[in-house]
């Protein structure tokens, strides 16, 4: 995988989207729980605006000297037996896992959940290179067995049912039992058992790095990052260079934010510190660690205005919170980076080209960036997307063009705006009736496709002042 | 004290009686209206769409029109905060930056300025009926007028609230996404017009025109009779 998934057009995503009745009752289901989760675990903390202010702040500070916590992190994990690697690209990622795979000789790679790995496409470069790849979180498992793309970035199977995940153990693992979750749940702990024993080396992300000891956390609900962590000989932590915070204390606070905000959890059942390689004295853990550092466009959004995406703590709070998510599912946005930070940093990361239709697919109502817990603008950066696309990418339809450029006359000459309004009501006469429209003409056949237009009124509101005015001045 | 009134486009146009109402309103409150002519549009569909050159002209334009004004006030939470962006956009152009921030200081949604700068909680209007509140995106989360229309609307006598559920999600018009992303606007659009008919309110009432036209135009369509009330028309009924 990569950022950009599949190749249908945008219009042909969305149609999809909406035309998945279940996919779009499941997603709108799980919005309402996530989000009076979310709303109710900022309550209990009381000054959840406090929070977020020093979020954004640890945030901020950190992207700020990012430079100087990447080299202070790297000689720590290094001071701890472990070797760091930044690769420039995803094909330099993917090239140095690959590497270590072929050193050890490794059959079998067991990963816990890591959005950075699919971005990067590791398991299809693992799986080029012989290796078995499993995915142990038990949302991406399901996800690998169907050869389906994530469609969220905290609970990646959100669009698929227990039925449907029924069907998938049975075809492809040969499962029996039956559709409950608890005997779902035994089935894939059972097997993925096997998996976690007899893999060579343990893939793990990365939810923050703590620059003064080395340390990776991670942070889980399911356990299986520790199985991934501490049975295989080999462990691979791969993280987003921006991905990282610069002491314990500072962790305290994102971590904090990070499970309210996309769960309502006050923590998750398994916060996982990582520090370096097991020692002489130690029972468990790797003897090899390798920490992946990977940029793949990052370090291009820092110093520009669009900074504050790489604040980003991977909550999914945006997603769950935006209207446009519930209607449309994940897989619509066409990136690994579903909803509106995906709209923010998939254009970013990989261009507008193939992702010009992103920036748009929002209403601009904002409800993403109340719900950031980190305070990122992210309606504002979907504007400034689009301001590029149209200026300096060239990217807007002709027609829009040409339409803006009549606005602006329009709008910046008093005359000419009196006249529209003046000549509203009679233009639009021949599609009226009972002073509505109910089936435009040009643009507005976009509204009236699936809602009445409201005619324009006979006298305007300026005529009729002015005739006030008058009556007023001459009475 | 002098008001100039910032109709907005839309009420220019297409709802000229909120207009009125508002210039009614604004009087019983012994406020001086008047109406700058040369007011145009906002500059949002442009500004939003990303077309940030065209927008300026419609700015500056804006800025030019309401220069004499004491006070700013319009019948919208997103045109108005479109206003308070000026110095946003316009901050490679001092001159015009400086002209914009004199905008903002003195420009109000009409439901805030009746509260906060009148200190009017009470307009002592009646209204029978039962109706439901629709809190638009950009007046509440962007311009932060949250309270202002609730405290209004508890005291009108004769009107009866009924709480919308999920209220604050947005009704899918977005301006001109309501155009180009036209099949995810009618899912949203439609799901609230169910949210409004579920709470069998007679009244939907609204503080910004753009919202109340799409979700009025979606209720006429299914053939709900549900009426569409600005909040400035409830405020002024007697």
Known sequence: ?475 | MRVSLFITCLCDTLTPDVGKDTVQLLERFGCEVDFPQGQTCCGQPAYNSGYVKESKQAMKQMIRAFEDSEYVVGPSGSCVHMLKEYPKVLHDEPEWKERAEALVHKTYELSQFLVDVLDVKDVGSTFQGKATYHPSCHMTRLLGVKDAPRILLENVKGLEIIDLPLKEDCCGFGGTFAVKNAAVSEQMVHEKAEHISETKAEYLIGGDMGCLMNMGGRLRRNDEDVKVLHIAQVLNSQ
């Not at chain 1, 209990?44 to 990447?70: A, C, K, P, Q, V």
């Not at chain 1, 702990?189 to 007899?198: G, H, M």
């Open chain 1, 1 to 475: 995988m990569s950022i950009k998934i599949g190749k249908k057009t945008y219009a042909e995503r969305i149609q999809a989207g909406i035309d998945n009745a279940f996919m779009r009752q499941a997603v709108s289901s799980a919005q309402g729980r996530f989000r009076s989760g979310r709303l109710k675990a900022a309550e209990d903390l009381g000054d959840w605006e406090e929070w977020r202010t020093r979020g954004e702040e640890i945030r901020s500070h950190t992207m700020e000297n990012l430079d100087y916590y990447l080299h202070q992190l790297s000689e720590q994990v290094e001071k701890r037996g472990g070797t760091v690697y930044f690769a420039k690209t995803a094909e330099e990622a993917n090239q140095y896992v690959q590497k270590i795979a072929r050193e050890k000789e490794a059959k079998k790679v067991v990963k816990s959940k890591s959005m950075v790995t699919e971005e990067i496409g590791l398991n299809e470069a693992l799986e080029e290179s012989g290796c078995e790849v499993v995915e142990s979180d038990l949302g991406e498992w399901i996800l690998q067995l169907d050869e389906d793309p994530p469609s969220h970035i905290v609970t990646p199977a959100l669009h698929k049912n227990k039925e449907q995940i029924r069907e998938t153990f049975a075809e492809k693992k040969g499962y029996t039992g039956s559709d409950q979750p608890e005997a779902l749940a035994a089935f894939a702990r059972e097997q993925l058992r096997q998996d976690f024993l007899s893999a060579d080396i343990g893939v793990t992300g990365c939810n923050f790095a703590v620059a003064e000891s080395g340390a990776v956390t991670l942070v889980t609900n399911e356990g299986n990052a520790r199985m991934v962590t501490s049975l295989p000989d080999t462990h691979i932590s791969v993280m987003g260079m921006e991905r990282i915070v610069p002491t314990w204390e500072e962790l305290e606070v994102v971590v904090s934010l990070l499970t309210r905000a996309a769960v309502g959890q006050k923590l998750t059942s398994y916060i996982t510190a990582l520090t370096g390689t097991r020692l002489e004295s130690e029972v468990d853990g790797p003897e090899d660690f390798h920490l992946v550092i990977v940029d793949n466009g990052r370090s291009k959004i820092l110093g520009t205005e669009f900074q504050s995406a790489l604040h980003c703590i991977r909550c999914a709070a945006c997603i769950n919170a935006c209207p446009v998510y519930r209607h449309v599912g994940g897989h619509s946005y066409g990136s690994i980076y579903p909803g509106p930070i995906g709209a923010v940093l998939t254009p970013l990361l990989d261009g507008y080209e193939d992702h010009k239709d992103l920036p748009y697919a929002s209403t601009l109502c904002a409800a993403c960036t109340e719900a950031c817990p980190v305070k990122i603008p992210l309606h504002e950066h979907l504007i400034r997307h689009r301001e590029i696309i149209v200026e300096r990418e060239n990217m807007g339809s002709k027609a829009e063009g040409v339409m803006m450029k009549g606005y602006a006359k329009w709008a910046s000459t008093s005359a000419a705006y009196k006249l529209s309004t003046k000549m509203a009501h009679t233009a639009l006469k021949p599609w009226t009736e009972d002073d509505y429209i109910s089936n435009g003409p040009g643009p507005l056949k976009g509204w009236t496709d699936s809602r009445d237009f409201p005619a324009p009124a006979r006298q305007s509101f300026r005529s009729w002042y002015k005739q006030r005015e008058k009556r007023r001045n001459d009475g």
